[in-house]
């Protein structure tokens, strides 16, 4: 089993609805998580950090669930530009490990 | 303020030739990763450095992969000889990390190689 797996999608969602998706990690010992966005043939921007109390960004809400170990990346009334391949970083003990990336289209 | 530089940004060379890629950080960013990124996957961490020291080279297929930092600024990453599944994107990402904590990374823009 990888230590950090996401669902590699495509999710097509129309413009304007609300979309999630998981990553969960397998090391309960990681410390910190992020979520970082990599659109077509660009590099990787983070997005945003995933705190234990959850955190919200405008339209994007992250949450922590330490018990089943996984977060989440919630993305209400989605844009056009929204569609990109979403990464889930997990960091432990100086280790930083990378998802596959879970692909999301925005349909218009 | 200028971001991470790569280059070249693009590469193809013929298997078992060797080839070399070039990053300089963000200015003042002490910590420079460079990571593979297959199609369809995520970055996979080569090397990450802390000023010019390798504190994690783990990943790194040693018997033909080599990376130097010198002066704790820029970086090249070095292959030979190389082989066709080498063929990837090669990211260099830097931070500035501080008493431990994992702050962002910027992401250059990648080398693109083909390995015929």
Redesign the interface.
């Known amino acids: 089993r990888k230590e950090v797996e996401q669902d590699p999608g495509p999710f097509n969602v129309p413009e304007g609805a609300t979309v999630a998706f998981n990553c969960t990690y397998s090391n309960s010992a990681s410390q910190s998580f992020f979520w970082y966005r990599q659109d077509c043939r660009k590099e990787p921007k983070l997005l945003m950090s995933v705190y234990s109390s959850g955190n919200e960004d405008g339209r994007f809400t992250a949450q922590l669930n330490r018990a089943s170990q996984y977060i989440s990346l919630l993305i209400r009334d989605s844009k056009l530009s929204d569609s990109a391949t979403y990464l889930c970083v997990v960091n432990r003990d100086d280790k930083i490990i990378f998802g596959k990336g879970t692909r999301l289209h925005i349909l218009p | 303020e200028a971001g991470v530089v790569q280059s070249p940004r693009y590469k193809i060379i013929e298997k078992k030739q060797p080839v070399a890629f070039w990053c300089n950080p963000i200015s003042g960013h002490n910590t420079l ?1 460079w ?1 593979r990124q297959n199609l ?6 080569l090397i ?1 450095y802390e000023n010019e020291e390798a ?2 080279d783990s990943q790194l297929p040693k018997d033909r992969f080599s990376a130097e930092r010198l002066k704790g600024v820029d970086s090249t990453l070095k292959i030979q000889p190389a082989e066709l599944g080498d063929s990837a994107v090669y ?1 260099c990402a830097s931070s500035l990390e501080q008493g ?1 904590n ?1 702050n ?2 910027f ?4 080398t693109r190689l083909t390995v015929l």
């Open positions: 990763y990571y369809g996957q995520g970055p996979e961490l990450r504190v994690d990211l431990g994992y962002e990374q992401f250059g823009p990648g």
